[in-house]
Every structure is written in structure tokens, then in C-alpha cells.
């Protein structure tokens, strides 16, 4: 994978509600067809409660890159050597913007693994295209959720 990571840096407190944002359209169109629970996607989450975790020394802005070539446009969140979320706005998708805003969280920040969504067919296809195998372990995130761990090899897949 190639570094081009100009437009990446550091998650400021002035972002957080575009990452709130991105984080929720994001969830809405490709996770409540899914799950269909109106008082979780409509209800619980909205950016102004989302946004207030991402304040000055909190360890979810500490965590943070941004995708920003004058808006930002993708997320990036890594704990440790896990990435916790990779969400780039749904009309800069497929753009690359998810691929550099990966790049940077494998060769910068040294990350090697994540929990994908079981349905989420599209995000599992990016991550093997980008040298990421699904491991056969799987839980389920607040009783009702199914995540599968994914692991980087280094070895993308082939088209």
C-alpha cells in the first residue's frame, strides 16, 4: 500500500460534529436496513450527544485522524493496534479516501486488526482488498450486534 497521506492528521475538538456526522450517516445507510430498531438510529443517535465524546483530552479525539482537504471528509479511529472505526462521508466514497485514511492507520499508527460487521459485505470486501483476512472469530456487540475480527496479513487480495 502506498503512503499519500497529505490530507490525514490529528482529530481537532473543532471536529466533532462533522466526525459525529460522518459516524451517523455512515451507521443510518449502511447499518439500519440491517437492524430496523427506529429508536436506536433515530432516537439515541444524533451528532450533539456523539460530538460531546470527542472533547479536548478525551481518548476518542486522542485516537482520531481526519481525512481533511479543506472538509473533512473520513474518519479514522485506533486503540492500540485495533481500529475502531473507518467512516468516510457516503458521497466521497469511493474515492480512496478510505484506503489512504487505512493506510495511515497500518503504517503510521501500526495498527493490525478490527471488528467488522457481519453483514457489511461492502466493508469486509474493502478490508480483504487491502490485505485484511477474516479470522473465524466472532461476537456479538450489545446483545445484538455481529462482529467479525479481521486481521491484516499484508497480503492484498486479488481482483
Known amino acids: 500500500m502506498k503512503e499519500n497521506n497529505g490530507h490525514i492528521r490529528p482529530a481537532a475538538e473543532a471536529d466533532a460534529s462533522r466526525i459525529a456526522e460522518i459516524i451517523i450517516t455512515n451507521y443510518r445507510e449502511n447499518f439500519y436496513p440491517f437492524f430496523r430498531k427506529d429508536e436506536y438510529y433515530y432516537g439515541e443517535l444524533n451528532v450533539v450527544k456523539m460530538a460531546s465524546g470527542y472533547h479536548a483530552g ?59 460487521l457481519e453483514y457489511n459485505r461492502r466493508g469486509i470486501a474493502f478490508y480483504e482488498r487491502n490485505g485484511f483476512v477474516l479470522t473465524g472469530e466472532r461476537v ?11 486481521e491484516y496479513t499484508g497480503k492484498a487480495a486479488v481482483d
Open 140 to 150: 456479538l456487540e450489545d446483545d445484538w450486534v455481529p462482529l467479525l475480527k479481521m
Open 58 to 116: 478525551s481518548e476518542y479525539l486522542k485516537n482520531t485522524y481526519v481525512y481533511d482537504d479543506g472538509v473533512v471528509k473520513g474518519i479514522v479511529r485506533v486503540n492500540g493496534k485495533e481500529i475502531e472505526k473507518l467512516f468516510v462521508e457516503p458521497r466521497f466514497q469511493c474515492a480512496h479516501i478510505g484506503a489512504k485514511l487505512l493506510s495511515h492507520a497500518l503504517n503510521v499508527l501500526g495498527a493490525d486488526r478490527l471488528w467488522v
